[in-house]
């Protein structure tokens, strides 16, 4: 079998689709993009392109090196996301042939289904316990919210007040047995971030995420000594090096890699066991498209550390398009209780509605984030 084509397809909302053709008649899908830099991360895979063309696609170890070690400069969020997405098709590609989901091939199932959360309150969140409580309604178990607004380097207490007032309203609406997480999405700096984990404290969290920027990743041995909460970052890491001192750090508790950002599945089922010699937890980056999803959920299977699953149906980004609708059989991933079945259909167990994708990508997207501003005028983090 050799690879014959590649072919990119942007759709809404923000989202990146890879098609990898074989002379076999057997294709594989991925999802290769940075949100906001898809049309990057496609010139990126194009530049790879003929690394690809006439190769054997059952060799993902032996392409994933040469896409990694194949130029002199290698890393960084374009790179890895491209490869991920290449990664991820020839992961279906594989499961095609064989008649097997791609989970089979990492070691077998070590579940029958992973727990998932929703998001509420979007980029500035508002009504966010009526939010949760609707969610609670529909069976969801946990719930991500973000923290705050722009926060500048140092600001003023009510800006945390107001973080605790949205997180109280949300406990008070879904009670003690349920989990909120707090995404602190980088926005808040070392400073602040030991303010609002002290204060978030007695609310119980499931978990706060990026306390600070991952570039700043030496100061989560700071904001730990003010939180016995766990702690979660990893979605702007790219790879097994990156994560390595992270973990070896141990201030940590949960880690995030993107199935779409951190060099696919092959790379991030090697950082989850990295992650569970470290007895730290998994926690998959996924607020993307539903190829991302797929492939998250073939990881999760086979990997014991991982305990609960990002998923993007509903959130806020998703204006235009939503999760299921390029998939044949949108069934493939019902929640029940809060939980969703692993696919077990071949490859990545899904089964993508080219003829939608196709239209949808005649209009494609250019989507970006906002540009927020402290209250000085500076750029703000978002």
Request: aromatic fraction near 10%; glycine fraction near 8%.
């Amino acid at each position: 079998m050799k690879i014959t084509q590649i072919e990119l397809l942007p759709v809404q909302p923000r989202w990146l689709f890879l098609k990898v053709s074989t002379d076999e008649g057997i294709v594989g899908w991925g999802e290769p993009v940075v949100e906001g830099r898809a049309a990057t991360v496609a010139a990126a895979v194009k530049e790879l392109e003929p690394y690809l063309i006439g190769s054997d696609p059952s060799r993902i170890e032996d392409m994933w090196q040469v896409l990694y070690r194949g130029g002199f400069y290698r890393g960084g969020p374009i790179m890895m996301s491209a490869i991920a997405g290449i990664d991820q098709a020839l992961w279906d590609i594989k499961g095609k042939r064989y008649g097997l989901p791609v989970f089979e091939f990492l070691g077998g199932a070590a579940r029958e289904r992973v727990q998932v959360y929703s998001w509420i309150g979007g980029d500035r969140p508002s009504d966010v316990g009526q939010a949760a409580a609707e969610k609670k309604g529909q069976g969801f178990k946990a719930i991500k919210m973000n923290a705050s607004e722009e926060m500048h380097y140092i600001d003023s207490f009510a800006k945390v007040e107001a973080i605790i007032e949205r997180v109280a309203a949300v406990r008070e609406a879904t009670g003690s047995d349920f989990g909120i997480a707090v995404d602190f999405h980088g926005r808040i700096h070392r400073a602040m971030a030991k303010v609002v984990a002290k204060e978030l404290e007695p609310y119980h969290l499931m978990f706060i995420e990026e306390p600070v920027l991952p570039e700043n990743n030496e100061a989560l041995r700071e904001v730990a000594r003010y939180t016995s909460t766990p702690i979660a970052t990893g979605e702007r890491m790219f790879s097994r090096w990156e994560f390595k001192r992270l973990l070896a750090d141990g201030y940590v508790d949960i880690i995030q890699p993107d199935l779409s950002h951190a060099g696919g599945i092959s790379e991030v089922k090697k950082i989850a066991t990295m992650a569970e010699a470290y007895d730290v937890a998994v926690a998959p980056h996924c607020p993307l498209g539903p190829i991302a999803l797929a492939s998250s959920l073939q990881v999760d299977a086979c990997t014991p550390n991982v305990f609960i699953q990002e998923q993007s149906l509903g959130i806020h980004y998703n204006r235009g398009s939503d999760l299921l609708d390029y998939l044949e059989d949108p069934t493939v991933f019902h929640y029940h209780d809060g939980f969703v079945a692993i696919p077990e259909k071949p490859g990545l167990g899904i089964e993508v509605n080219e003829a939608v994708v196709r239209e949808a990508a005649r209009t494609g997207h250019n989507w970006k984030n906002s540009i927020w501003r402290n209250h000085d005028g500076t750029v703000a983090e978002w």
